[in-house]
């Protein structure tokens, strides 16, 4: 998948104010300091067109980003710890929830999962909603290159297990590139597997 364009389009609180054109969403799900925007500025070969922060939780809402006219890069709001205001941060659940509940163009969801944390119930529950209404899901495993080979594959391993997944974690790294050309290509397939406007579930 060669990166033609790729561009910010809009925010959104809940599902009537989803883009309504039918491209297909391609969503990225993970805590609030795993990295998620560096990942996705990694996919799409920009630097900053997903803000990144050292403050953990800066992404409030969730965001629309066109990718070569075609689909939806979709970046939802970080769960967990985040220093923002405690009735903003409340609302991030059912927000991510609705989403998926009521976004018939969602075609997957990468699920990120910091390589140097154990996953813990708000993994599970993202994973529960996942399988709640039938999404497709690929984990990934952010910043590889804080750890050592057989520190990855450990981790790649006990994720599996702990999550009940069929395939091992993807091992990426924004820093160093690592993976990053296979999720663009395992986004790709996900993307030609569906027609445009198909539903997920």
Do not use: C
Not at 22 to 50: M, Q, T
Not at 137 to 159: G, S, Y
């Amino acid at each position: 998948m060669k990166i033609l364009s790729a561009e910010f389009v809009t925010s959104a609180a809940g599902p009537k104010q989803l883009p309504a054109d039918g491209k297909p969403h391609i969503a990225f799900a993970g805590r609030s300091n795993v990295g998620k925007s560096s990942i996705i500025n990694s996919i799409l070969n920009r630097k900053g067109l997903v803000k990144t922060s050292a403050t953990p939780g800066k992404t409030q809402l969730i965001n629309f980003f066109l990718i070569n006219g075609s689909f939806y890069f979709v970046d939802l709001p970080g769960y967990g710890f985040a220093r923002a205001p405690r009735a903003v941060v409340d609302t991030w659940a059912p927000m991510i929830e609705q989403y998926l509940k009521h976004a018939p163009q969602l075609r997957a969801v990468i699920v990120l999962l910091d390589i140097r944390r154990e996953t813990d119930e708000r993994d599970l529950r993202m994973l529960e909603w996942l399988r709640h209404y039938d999404i497709p899901a690929r984990f990934i495993l952010t910043k590889a290159d804080k750890v050592n080979r057989q520190e990855a594959v450990t981790a790649q391993r006990e994720t599996a297990t702990q999550l009940g997944l069929a395939l091992p974690p993807l091992l990426t790294s924004a820093k160093s590139g690592q993976g990053v050309g296979e999720l663009r290509a395992e986004i790709a397939r996900i993307l030609a597997e569906r027609t445009v406007g198909s539903p997920a579930f």
